[in-house]
């Protein structure tokens, strides 16, 4: 696995793979990474002949009170496990690499940007959509890898995609949880040994509000239950929706996307799974 820093020789080493006819993956990352991550990593294999994985921890989509200086950084262990992955080329640009003096363009999607993170995370979305549209442009990749465990961000780049007519396809790929259910977050670091425990609630409770809803109840009592339930248990939800799994407009029709937020103790909990 080839470790690359700066663009001229990302450059070099995405030209020798075009040469060669061969197809390039693209895993964007924050780095952190954990067995969620090395599923995408695994699903870009098998998608094509190459794979790159970004780490890279943009401060462009953090919020001014939000954690991008204590954001987790482990660079050694995260490369070792990209090696071991079969990931060929480790892209991890510096943020002058990113964004040199003088940088004044942006990405502004809307449409899909509006509700949840954009209005809890005033100006993430700008920040995820341009690094992610100069990461495509910077790689050439054929395909990005993207998890479903942030369901919004997916329906973004594939929005912005689409309007910007960019030549690559996105995969979107299933969310990894751990053995009580908790969806697998470089974040889940910072709960203690009973939260994280207490955390497996929140997909339980959207489940249960799912089989409600699959079973004929008001999809806005089965939301109120779920909600009542967890904010009950010590959760601080956010947000909890049923939305049209790709514009993000809040729906009562089925099938649709079952999408959540809530603060459990220091860490902020993203969640979302099907209905119907
Ligand atoms: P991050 O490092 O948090 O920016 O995540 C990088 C990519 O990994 C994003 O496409 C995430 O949606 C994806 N990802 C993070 N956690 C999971 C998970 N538990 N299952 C599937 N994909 C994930």
């Known amino acids: ?41 695994e699903a870009a294999r098998r998608e094509a002949d190459r794979v790159i994985t970004s780490i890279f921890v943009n401060p462009l989509q953090f919020g ?68 992610c549209c100069k990461l495509f442009s910077q790689t ?9 465990k942030d369901w919004q961000q997916l329906q973004v780049i594939r929005r912005m995609v689409a309007d910007l007519d960019l030549p690559l396809g996105i995969l979107g790929h299933p969310i990894v949880r751990d053995a009580n259910g908790l969806a697998l977050s470089s974040r889940n670091r910072y709960l203690s040994p009973a939260e994280r425990a207490k955390a497996a609630m929140l997909p339980e409770a959207m489940r249960e509000a799912a089989n409600a809803m699959l079973h004929g109840a008001a999809i806005e009592s089965a939301l109120d239950a779920a909600r009542d339930g967890l904010n009950a248990a010590g959760f601080d939800v956010n947000y909890l929706a049923l939305v049209e799994p790709e514009t993000l407009r809040p729906t009562d029709a089925l099938p649709a996307r079952m999408i959540a937020a809530a603060k459990l103790g220091p860490v902020r909990l993203l969640d979302n799974m099907p209905v119907g």
């Open 64 to 131: 001014p009170n939000e954690d991008f200086s204590k954001y987790p950084r482990t660079e050694e262990a995260d490369l070792t496990a990209l090696e071991a992955a079969g990931c060929d080329i480790a892209w991890l640009p510096t943020v002058e690499v990113m964004y040199p003096p003088g940088a004044a363009t942006v990405i502004e999607v809307a449409g899909p940007t509006e509700g949840f993170e954009g209005v809890a995370r005033p100006g993430h979305f700008r920040g995820v959509a341009t690094v």
């Open 1 to 41: 696995m080839r470790i690359v820093r700066d663009l001229p020789a990302l450059r070099a080493a995405t030209k020798t793979m075009r040469r060669a006819g061969e197809r390039v993956a693209l895993v964007p990352t924050m780095g952190a990474l954990h067995a969620g991550h090395l599923a995408l990593v």
């Open 140 to 148: 050439e990749a054929d395909v990005a890898v993207f998890g479903e």
